[in-house]
């Protein structure tokens, strides 16, 4: 990313030198939210400088070199003066950063029980007087905590935050933040619309691509502390002795950041090439793959070994076992705890973690998919081992527009879940619309699971305070590739973003968020950071509405999952998209109350019976529970029928808003993120148009009304 600042400037300087003007240069959004453009609010200038016109720190490492250099660089791009590093606090505007180890300065401040309370990876950065002087003081337990700490001080600087004063403690809520790739080894990404894998595996581990250090720069700036890097439909091969060496170089890159190296495996693995049931291949020697075969344990006993030995501090693995046609120990007649239990016992010498997918819809167990996860895993509370996560998306189905929460969160005390969550938009428009997804994810994160009683939200469920877990995750399925400005859509950056703010602390509002976001990546003008706001907080409901209203999903394309394909039939019923919607001539959606699947009985009460009747069932969620008839009262008075007509209209009409709210910014953007953008947008609003009509047209073939526009 220097190097892309460093070009910048003498396009710049170029620029400038050509046209007689001080317009922005063009942006190619690789610099994400690091752009460090400078401080032009004088007084915010002045205040600044007079804090931070040195640094004072104590022993150095590689971690803490990175926190250094960020800072005279960002500093120095911001504040337009250079920051030097020296011994000790002689005159004000000193930043003092340390450990309590590293520091005799940090620790002669006696933090004391307040640094204890934040963890490894916490900081404190507050406004101090050292020797009599004015100074900031950044302190942490480690390393790793003055980095995250660093990160946040030029967040503060960059969105124009008052620091005369600051005194803040900050420490993660959660305790994994990782982000899941689904990369495969030949370069495709499942579900990526941002080019290809960042990965070259044919380049490592000899070369060494400056991108992985920028990726691993970009998601330690958010506090993201582990990363998956292949995908969960995992090819054995990546536990080859070939793979792991390249799978280590890339966790030495990745280590100063703070960020933990993981591996999806495939359940496979210590078969011989194509042996076992259905012919599978694996990467061992072994006739079977069954988790109780001794020889089987003993296998992944010696690959947990193997790869220690190469990666000291591997995280562990991600399994998706008998879904979707991944193999498991369900081909052996054995259940998912002894295929995670195998795992997890192999890893536990080594401290690592085993995120076991509860991601499993088997057609047998019950013919309501939505129920179906809950059925396999909930009884198994209690089963795993200690290092054992059950990883579940957060919704029933598969990360729909909307969905409700999944009834497994708070169903389970005795397990860890780690919540998965999808930044790449693989129902929500890919990388073809601006969706910024956090308030979404708020969505989720508030809903009251009551499992232990009132105010058990799903939040705290995932982060242990409810339930009281012994370890706490969160993963997010990523949406970066090689494209240059990494997410395909700029606006796709504001949801990596958004993801690894509330990873950190999922009590901050979408609305901070963005309010962070902008100003760093877009504009610092007040009046266009307001305008880009407003486009973006409504713009998932906006999608909900041109794609599944009310409750609503899976009407999408097939495979595809991108356009609508509401009449989509298929031999595997619960692929089809009349499976999910079952309009006719009463009405439309599916009945999942008591008296049909009585999935809500998978909820607590009151939840469950909130949902259970069609007149208390909120309405954002009503066709996912009830079979609704075309005449409905619903509270806006429209019936059902034009309730979905006017959701339709007014889906496709916001994005016909903020093209024009988009428009009217065209003087104030960098001219190459504009036109990019707007390029996004007509897409966007080409497609959601065909999906107002595609499903209004076919659903008016049931409900037999005159369809209303609503203009
Ligand atoms: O949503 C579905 C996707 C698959 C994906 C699967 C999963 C990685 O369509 O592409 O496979 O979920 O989460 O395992």
Known sequence: MKIANNFRRVCVFLCGLVCFTTASFADDGYDLWLKYTPITNTAKLHQYRQFLKYIVTGARTSTTNIAINELENALQAMLGVKIKSVGSVKKDGALVIGTP??????????????????????????????????????????????????????????????????????????????????????????????????????????????????????????????????????????????????????????????????????????????????????????????????????????????????????????????????????????????????????????????????????????????????????????????????????????????????????????????????ITQEYLGHSKHLVYLAPMWKEYLEFDTFANGKGSTLAGIVDGSVQHQHMTGIAGVTNIGNDRNWCGHLFAQANWYAFGRLAWDHSLPADQIADEWIPMTLSKDDQVIAAIKAMMLGSWEACINYMTPLGLHHIMQEGFHYGPQPDFANSREDWTSVYYHKADSIGIGYDRSSTGSAFTAQYLPPVRDLFDNIDTCPEKYLLWFHHTPWDHQMSSGRTLWHEMCFRYYAGVDYVYKMQRDWQSLEKRIDPEIFAHVQKKLQVQAQDAAIWRDTCINYFQKFSKRPVTEFK
Request: a neutral charge; zero cysteines.
């Open 101 to 422: 180890a590293s520091s005799s300065i940090i620790k002669n401040l006696n933090y004391g029980t307040r640094l204890d309370s934040l963890g490894a990876e916490g900081y404190i950065l507050a406004a101090e007087k050292i020797n009599g002087k004015r100074t900031l003081a950044l302190a942490a337990n480690s390393d790793i905590g003055l980095l995250y700490g660093v990160f946040n001080l030029l967040r503060l600087i960059q969105t124009g935050a008052d620091i005369t004063n600051i005194n803040i403690t900050s420490k993660p809520k959660i305790q994994f933040r990782l982000l899941n790739h689904w990369d495969n080894l030949n370069g495709s990404v499942e579900r990526g619309y941002a080019g290809k894998s960042l990965w070259n595996w044919n380049d490592l581990p000899g070369k060494l691509d400056p991108r992985y250090t920028d990726y691993a720069r970009a998601n330690a700036s958010l506090g993201i502390n582990g990363t998956v890097i292949n995908n969960v439909n995992a090819t054995p091969r990546i536990l080859t002795a070939e793979y792991i060496e390249k799978v280590a170089a890339l966790a030495k890159v990745f280590r100063p950041y703070g960020i933990k190296m993981f591996l999806s495996i495939n359940f496979s693995s210590p078969l011989k090439p194509a042996s076992g049931p259905n012919q599978r291949g694996g990467v061992g020697n072994l006739e079977t793959s069954d988790p109780l075969d001794p020889q089987v344990r003993q296998w992944w006993k010696e690959k947990a070994h193997e790869l220690y030995a190469a990666i000291p501090d591997f995280g562990g693995f991600l399994v998706k076992a008998n879904s979707e046609g991944q193999p498991g120990p369900n081909d052996y007649g054995r259940t998912q705890v002894d295929g995670a239990n195998m795992l997890a016992e192999a890893l536990a010498p080594y401290n690592g973690i085993v995120m076991w997918r509860s991601f499993v819809y088997d057609a047998e167990v019950d013919p309501d998919r939505a129920k179906r996860a809950y059925l396999e895993f909930q009884p198994k509370d209690g089963l795993f081992m200690e290092n054992v996560f059950v990883q579940s998306k957060n919704g029933p189905i598969d990360f729909q527009p909307r969905e409700p929460v999944s009834p497994l969160f708070g169903a389970m005390p005795k397990t860890p879940l780690m919540l998965e969550l999808q």
